[in-house]
């Protein structure tokens, strides 16, 4: 009896099913997606993604384990050198499932499995969304902004208000002071005409 035993053996034996896991780990490294069923990469995903997180520390004994997997050192330089250096703040979770289409022939359940640093358009829209979660956390400060301009708006105001009425203060003593000689000019020839004709009178009498 095999209970308990959900290791997928894909119709292989041990070194068959083995040599195929390193084939395909070696090409998801290389060429950083591959296309393949989706058991396959299942069973892939569980094989590469230990190898990715011990290429993160990049020593001689590292290096000699993941040979010892790969079988290849192509793919070994390529995995230490770049895609350690992309996935260095990645914790975990370094390949991603997209199915697919059935296969025309046996109908089997197709899948691309890629390395989720190299998705370019995926990567493209997670950054709106960073931003957007940035601008959120920063709303407070645009509402001391806001609340900055309205106060100096009313001390605008205010200074607008305050003019209008320091003309009219200063125009009006001005009005009064040049009224006030002219009438008294106005007033003074009449009064010396008027002096006059009383003195022509007299002198006739």
Known sequence: MRHGKKFNHLSRTASHRKAMLSNMASSLIEHKRITTTVAKAKALRKYVE????KAKDDTTHSRRVVFSYLQDKES???LF???????ASRPGGYTRIIKTNNRLGDNADMCIIELV???????????????????RRGGKKKTTKTETPVADA??????????PVAEVVEETPAAEVDEAPTAEADDAPEATDADEKKDEKKDGE
């Open 50 to 53: 230990p190898l990715i997180t």
């Open 76 to 78: 070994v330089t390529t």
């Open 81 to 87: 050198n770049e895609v350690a250096e992309k996935v």
């Open 117 to 135: 640093d190299y998705n370019e358009l995926l990567l493209a829209e997670a950054a709106p969304a960073t931003k957007a979660k940035r601008s």
């Open 154 to 163: 009313v001390v605008v105001e205010e200074e607008v208000a305050e003019a």
